[in-house]
């Protein structure tokens, strides 16, 4: 891997996975945040080489190693028809049926997830097919509603950009390229519509400020009111199900 023009990205590291090198110039110090087993962040202070980055995330393996592990051994809470658990516009609903197979089909306000007589609902199995029912409605949510807001806020407040892509992306909210492409993770979905235009809003202002300076803050503040409250409440939801 050629470390040495790399200022921030995602690159993977044998034994711990991806992780997400970002670079801030106001930070003080180099430090690695573990938020689950999915989403491991490096921050890079100041002018500090990214290859000094890369060479302490691989000093700090077996600690990073640890960390993961006890994040992978957390049980997921159960869903269940009473844990009533719903996306945006679906409701989880689990169906016993005479069938041997354990499949998800995405009707109306349902995703509705079916399973043999003889197989209890918290099996890992159909857990498991359960939780891809829910991506798969985060998606189509997230492709209905979510491209059309960008247009909307764009226009409204004279942002230019290129592509709009919407992933299953756990490390962020959100990005922008250095094309003015715009990504947004299906996850948004989980948020209220007021912090859904505020990361909107977040990655359309990088198409003027790229990073994360006195001035992005500055212009990201004047079209959302308060950019750094909205910015702590985001923080207090998490990507994934």
């Known amino acids: 891997m050629n470390t040495q023009k790399k ?3 995602l690159f993977f590291i044998n034994d711990i996975g991806n992780v997400l090198f970002r670079r801030n110039m106001r930070a003080k110090r180099l430090t690695i945040s573990i938020r689950s ?11 500090l080489p990214f290859r000094t980055a890369h060479d302490f995330v ?3 393996k ?11 051994t957390k049980p997921n809470s159960i869903l269940s ?7 945006r516009n679906h409701r989880l609903r ?11 089909s995405i009707a109306q306000e349902e995703v509705k997830v ?26 189509h949510e997230a492709h209905q509603i979510l491209p059309q807001r960008v247009r909307e806020l764009a226009l409204k407040h004279g942002f230019s950009y290129n592509n709009i892509s919407i992933k299953r992306t756990t490390s962020r909210w959100g990005s922008c390229s250095s094309k003015n492409n715009i990504n947004l993770s299906i996850f948004l979905m989980k948020l209220p519509d007021d912090l859904i235009d505020y990361v909107i809003l977040h990655e359309l202002t990088h198409t003027i400020h790229r990073n994360h300076g006195p001035n992005f803050w500055k212009y990201l503040d004047r079209i959302t009111g308060n950019a750094k409250n909205l910015a702590a409440r985001v923080k207090k939801y998490q990507t994934g199900i």
């Open 81 to 87: 028809n009473e844990s009533n658990y719903r996306t």
């Open 114 to 139: 079916y399973h043999p007589e003889d197989i209890s609902i918290n099996d890992e199995r159909v857990q498991k097919v359960a939780r891809k029912g829910i991506e798969l409605a985060f998606r």
């Open 7 to 9: 200022d921030s990205g």
């Open 62 to 72: 077996g600690w990073i190693v640890e960390k993961l592990n006890k994040h992978s």
């Open 37 to 47: 087993s999915s989403d491991i962040r490096v921050t890079i202070p100041g002018a």
């Open 94 to 104: 689990f169906y016993p049926h005479k069938r041997l197979n354990i499949f998800v």
């Open 58 to 60: 691989i000093s700090k």
